[in-house]
């Protein structure tokens, strides 16, 4: 018998498509970024969406958002010395997370250490 829920292999493949620019576009930072919201913005459906980032990223969608999330604070941070000085709360606020302590959290389940150690150990090292 067939699986009911099998996504054919066309409609995957478009989706994971729009799912790499929505990735290189600086969307995933917004606050309103939600599972609806960004089915929304892909055209498909929620169930879909996150079948696909499941199978096809291997986390959660709220896990794939905030890998993205991090992955761009860790790139200003590595761009833009002024970054640097920011305070955490602020640097939470900047890429999309409501709160410093989900950020922090966040942040260190991502990379294994905290926010201010990365900051830190990135100062120590410039020029």
């Known amino acids: 018998?067939?699986?009911l829920f099998t996504i054919i292999e066309e409609t995957t493949d478009?989706?994971?498509l729009k799912l790499e620019k929505f990735e290189k576009s600086k969307n995933a930072i917004k606050k309103e970024v939600s599972l609806t919201w960004l089915a929304n913005h892909l055209n498909t459906n929620t169930r879909y969406l996150s079948e696909v980032i499941k199978k096809h990223k291997g986390k959660s969608f709220n896990n794939y958002i905030n890998g993205l999330r991090i992955n761009y604070i860790i790139g200003l941070l590595y761009d833009n010395p002024k970054h640097r000085?920011?305070?955490i709360s602020h640097i939470a606020e900047l890429c999309g997370f409501?709160?410093?302590?989900?950020?922090?959290?966040?942040?260190?389940?991502?990379t294994g250490i905290s926010p201010s150690?990365?900051?830190?150990n990135l100062k120590s090292k410039q020029p």
């Open 98 to 110: 409501s709160s410093r302590e989900v950020f922090t959290t966040v942040f260190k389940k991502e």
């Open 14 to 16: 478009a989706l994971l």
């Open 117 to 120: 150690y990365f900051i830190d």
């Open 85 to 87: 000085e920011y305070k």
């Open 1 to 3: 018998m067939i699986d």
